[in-house]
């Protein structure tokens, strides 16, 4: 059983920054890739982020490319997901999740483990 524990989020200005951290448990976390979803109030879970199991590959969202960074410490079995420039679009709760395998994907199908989600909000 896989356990996914998200934190870092909270209230920010506009052109602020945040550091979300997701700590995994229970499976061999550097054999699977990593995601970042986000969901908006009457909007659907949107992809953000990923990295592969190692690390060396990261893929975003258009809208967040250039102002999110993602990365992975599979020593400590974490990621983290680096939120700068951040608008009130960005608006969101916040969720990682485990991939079914090692390689990339951005449809939230492929993702089979889910952490509980955490609140990001960007005041205007």
């Known amino acids: 059983q896989v356990e996914l524990v998200e934190s870092g989020g909270g209230l920010v200005q506009t052109g602020g920054s945040l550091r979300l951290s997701c700590a995994a448990s229970?499976?061999?976390?550097?054999?699977?890739?990593m995601g970042w979803f986000r969901q908006a109030p009457g909007k659907e879970r949107e992809f953000v982020a990923g990295?592969?199991?190692?690390?060396?590959?990261?893929y975003y969202a258009d809208s967040v490319k250039g102002r999110f960074t993602m990365s992975r410490d599979n020593a400590k079995n974490t990621v983290y997901l680096q939120m700068n420039s951040l608008k009130p679009e960005d608006t969101a709760v916040y969720y990682c999740?485990?991939?079914?395998?090692?390689?990339?994907?951005?449809?939230?199908?492929?993702?089979?483990?889910w952490g509980q989600g955490t609140q990001v909000t960007v005041s205007s």
């Open positions: 999740a485990m991939g079914r395998g090692s390689g990339l994907s951005r449809t939230s199908a492929y993702f089979a483990s």
């Open positions: 229970g499976r061999t976390f550097s054999t699977y890739a």
């Open positions: 990295i592969s199991a190692s690390g060396t590959t990261t």
